[in-house]
């Protein structure tokens, strides 16, 4: 599977959009962008998914640029609750999905 | 709705002992999956069950051994306990991945926190 590249950490204004950066310049056509978060120890969460569309969702929006080597979650009005390390995973269409690949994620703060 | 269950949600033991982690994925859900949390570290794959067969496997220890049941629940058994294996365990289900969409969504149990003494 592709790596992805994060930034370690972000703050956010509470009530603004959060925009979180990924990097996956080696993806490849078959492969697809997840994103997960942890909220402090507890499971990770899912919150999307795209292969080439934007998608969105009652939780996110996901950009993927047109060329797929980026992409970006927003979360269009951060609350407190949204404070959590969020993960970019790329996985690749198989007979069996298996695994998901947790590389470093951003630490997203929300204040107040 | 119903979520993953996962027990004992805390464990203490001394070196050299064995645990048994259990999953109960949530119903109908096929497959199962085993992710290690060491202290400050991203989650780890361990170890995956589909229709009770193993599916695929990570940087599980030899130590360490884990099944699926009839019932689908499964459990994680680690003999010869390791302070390094302190960590949080965390079980995964989800159905058969969706191919026109590529949906395949892992719903993670609360997990169980392992502390080696």
New interface residues.
């Given amino acids: 599977d592709a790596k992805t590249t994060q930034p370690p950490s972000m703050d956010c204004a509470e009530g603004r959009a959060a925009n979180l950066p990924c990097n996956h310049s080696t993806i490849s056509g078959n492969e ?1 962008v997840y994103w997960y978060r ?1 909220i402090h ?6 919150i999307i ?1 795209g ?1 080439k569309n934007n998608e969105t969702n009652e939780m996110a929006s996901l950009i993927i640029t047109e060329d797929r080597k980026s992409s970006t979650l927003i979360l269009p009005h951060a609350t407190l609750r949204d404070t959590a ?1 969020y ?1 970019c995973i790329v ?1 690749i ?1 198989t007979d ?10 951003t630490q997203v703060v929300v204040t107040p | 709705a119903a979520g ?1 269950i996962q027990s004992p949600r805390h464990l203490i033991k001394e070196k050299r002992e064995t645990a048994t982690l259990k999953c109960y994925p949530i119903p109908r859900h096929d ?1 199962v ?1 085993w ?1 290690q949390q060491g202290p400050g570290q ?4 361990l170890i ?1 069950f ?1 229709e009770k067969m193993q ?2 496997k ?1 940087s599980i220890p030899d130590r360490f051994s884990a099944q699926q049941f009839s019932d689908y629940h499964s459990e994680l058994n680690m003999s010869s306990l390791e302070l390094g294996d302190s960590a ?1 365990y ?1 079980c ?1 289900s ?1 159905l058969e ?1 969706n ?1 026109a969409s ?10 169980t926190r392992l502390t080696v003494l």
């Fill in positions: 697809y942890q120890s507890q499971g990770p969460q899912y998914h292969l390390v993960y996985r269409l069996s999905w298996g695994k998901l690949q947790f590389g470093a994620g | 993953v497959t999956y992710y991203d989650p780890q794959f995956s589909y599916s695929d990570g949080l965390f995964a989800s991945l191919r590529g949906y395949n969504e892992q719903f993670f149990g609360p997990g």
